[in-house]
T-cell receptor, first 110, second 116 residues
Framework: DAKTTQPNSMESNEEEPVHLPCNHS???????IHWYRQLPSQGPEYVIH???SNVNNRMASLAIAEDRKSSTLILHRATLRDAAVYYC???????????FGKGTKLTVNP | DAGVIQSPRHEVTEMGQEVTLRCKPI?????LFWYRQTMMRGLELLIY????????DSGMPEDRFSAKMPNASFSTLKIQPSEPRDSAVYFC??????????????FGAGTRLSVL
């Protein structure tokens, strides 16, 4: 499984934008970039995914580098409810498996 | 839909006892996944099913663990005999399934297992 690298932790202030980086230099052409998050004492929750183009949904935006070797999850206005561990995962187009790394623990300060 | 439903939410048992965890996937979903989460090892995929058939059980730690999916709406993960090192949170997830698609997995709330 292709590997991703994320910072262990990040901090943000409430109502400010947050940019969560992910490096995936060994990504293959058929790998989707998925982001999940896990709030305290809950199961993981899907956030967003993309292949080549930038993606937006009601939760976040995903900016994918032109060479696809890195991506950034953007939370436009962080709230206290966004405090969670965020996982960046490469999912092969021919596979259903998600391989979770350690993720980035996001702390949101009031 | 109520989402993925797991039971029990908490289980405390003694070493050597049999433990059965249950999962009801989202109706219409064809793939079901069992994960285990510990502080030391993080979130690990144990096994997954597609159309009730086990596809990949390479994450199942040893013969003490077994999983079944007798029908599209129910799956069990059984540990027999249980050991203290099995203490973890076990998550079940389901998805529409099928390779070649960027499918989303929906997770249940988890079962917190403590083996004393």
């Amino acid at each position: 499984d292709a590997k991703t690298t994320q910072p262990n932790s990040m901090e943000s202030n409430e109502e400010e934008p947050v940019h969560l980086p992910c490096n995936h230099s060994t990504i293959s052409g058929t790998d989707y970039i998925h982001w999940y998050r896990q709030l305290p004492s809950q199961g993981p929750e899907y956030v967003i995914h993309g292949l080549t183009s930038n993606v937006n949904n009601r939760m976040a935006s995903l900016a994918i580098a032109e060479d696809r070797k890195s991506s950034t999850l953007i939370l436009h206005r962080a709230t206290l409810r966004d405090a969670a561990v965020y996982y960046c995962i490469l999912k092969g187009g021919g596979s259903e498996k998600l391989v979770f790394g350690k993720g980035t623990k996001l702390t949101v300060n009031p | 839909d109520a989402g993925v439903i797991q039971s029990p939410r908490h289980e405390v048992t003694e070493m050597g006892q049999e433990v059965t965890l249950r999962c009801k996937p989202i109706s219409g979903h064809n793939s079901l996944f069992w994960y285990r989460q510990t502080m030391m090892r993080g979130l690990e995929l144990l096994i997954y099913f597609n159309n009730n058939v086990p596809i990949d059980d390479s994450g199942m730690p040893e013969d003490r663990f077994s999983a079944k999916m007798p029908n599209a709406s129910f799956s069990t993960l059984k540990i027999q005999p249980s050991e203290p090192r099995d203490s973890a949170v076990y998550f079940c997830a389901s998805s529409l399934g099928g390779p070649g698609r960027g499918d989303i997995q929906y997770f249940g709330a988890g079962t917190r297992l403590s083996v004393l």
